[in-house]
């Protein structure tokens, strides 16, 4: 029988290159509960990380159906400008404008929130919080807070581990709250990094004292100034973060606290087995080779097929929480078919006038940008 070995590499940089290291499982739990100073705060991500991604389709697909598949190419073209000249986060013209001025507006927050309870979670997000609970916990999320506070209570934790972008909302002659266009706050990009600063700030911690884990949507900033752990990361992630580590599960991040052999019981347990990362890279300095991010890519592609493999596994898919929505939908007080001929309505004069409306998102999406700095 072939001999499983686990792989820790470490980064000397891009041009002094990289050594790799294969272990046994009992030696590479021991080597990479050393890769990481015990912090004293923990700050993560949600959009991509603590969540897989589902709210995003299922908010166009529910309020707006297929119609919404021509806005999103424009909003894809215009999202391409904005990362190019590099003046606001590509993120920011869909959370920060599309959503709330143009999709949800008038629209009941309690179906926001209906999105957070059912969209699924990563695999592993509930135990990672879990077994972190000791840690101050901050989630830090550019969805809209009525989304966001669904996922974060889910996974055990409460609205003091929030900070989200926060959509404008009124309430109406009843007392129930719409969206009324226009947001108050906004977190991504180099915001996230910025929240990070003032708690630093606030509660006299140093850099060594917190460690932020995501995947990508944080932006490359938070990932380069801060102390960091990057989960199967995107590809601007990938030469920047501090740790990154490959796995089927949130679980994998684990091996990264176990701090005196704390968590031995559980990483060596046989339960364990099929989370343990397949590869952990810690970089002494940031940047990489060409040769180790490639390495670092097909680790990420063999996890994010584990993983897609796992969801569905679990009777998750994507169609199902479609449905549950839709059942819920039906259940409450407002009437959903109503909500959608209203969006359909407001959108209309756009579905033939594309251009007008991608000039105006991305004027709206600026001015609001430079408003908020």
């Not at 179906?111 to 059912?118: E, P």
């Not at 300095?285 to 584990?306: A, G, W």
Request: with cysteine; charged share 30%.
């Amino acid at each position: 029988m072939e001999k499983i070995v686990y792989t820790l590499v470490i980064n000397r940089g891009r041009d002094e290159g990289f050594e790799v290291h294969e272990f046994s499982k009992e030696e590479f739990i021991r080597h990479s509960s050393h890769l990481l100073t015990k912090p004293k705060r923990i700050f993560c991500g949600l959009g991509d990380f603590l969540e897989i991604g589902d709210y995003n389709n299922l908010l166009d697909s529910i309020f707006f159906e297929k119609e919404a598949v021509k806005f999103e190419v424009v909003l894809d073209r215009v999202n391409r400008k904005v990362s190019e000249s590099g003046t606001i986060p590509s993120s920011f013209l869909k959370l920060a404008v599309y959503y709330p001025d143009f999709l949800l507006k008038g629209i009941p927050t309690t179906c926001a929130s209906t999105i957070g309870r059912k969209s699924r979670l990563t695999p592993g997000a509930r135990n990672l919080i879990k077994y972190l609970q000791d840690y101050p916990i901050l989630v830090l999320s550019a969805m809209p807070y009525e989304i966001a506070i669904e996922f974060v209570r889910r996974v055990g934790l409460s609205d003091e581990n929030l900070i989200s972008t926060v959509y404008r909302v009124e309430k109406d002659a009843h007392g129930r709250s719409f969206y009324a266009g226009g947001i108050e706050r906004f977190i991504s990009g180099d915001r996230k990094s910025l929240e990070i600063e003032k708690r630093l700030a606030s509660e006299e911690l140093k850099e060594t004292d917190v460690v932020y884990m995501g995947r990508g949507e944080a932006g490359v900033k938070t990932f380069h100034t801060v102390n960091s752990v990057a989960f199967n990361p995107s590809d601007s992630i990938i030469p920047v973060s501090k740790i990154t580590v490959y796995g089927s599960s949130l679980e994998s991040l684990l091996v990264l606290f176990n701090f005196d052999g704390e968590l031995d019981r559980y990483l060596l347990s046989n339960k364990y087995e099929e989370f343990l990362p397949s590869l952990i890279v810690f970089s002494e300095k940031r940047n990489k080779s060409p040769k180790l991010v490639d390495l670092e890519r097909e680790h990420r592609q063999l996890q994010n097929n584990i993983i897609g493999q796992r969801i569905e596994y679990e009777g998750e898919s994507y169609n199902s929480v479609e449905r549950d929505i839709e059942v819920e939908f039906g259940a409450s007080a407002f009437d959903i078919k109503k909500i959608r001929e209203e969006i359909s309505k407001r959108m209309e004069h756009y579905q033939q006038n594309l251009e007008e409306f991608a000039n105006k998102i991305y004027v709206m999406a600026r001015e609001r940008y430079l408003a908020m700095c």
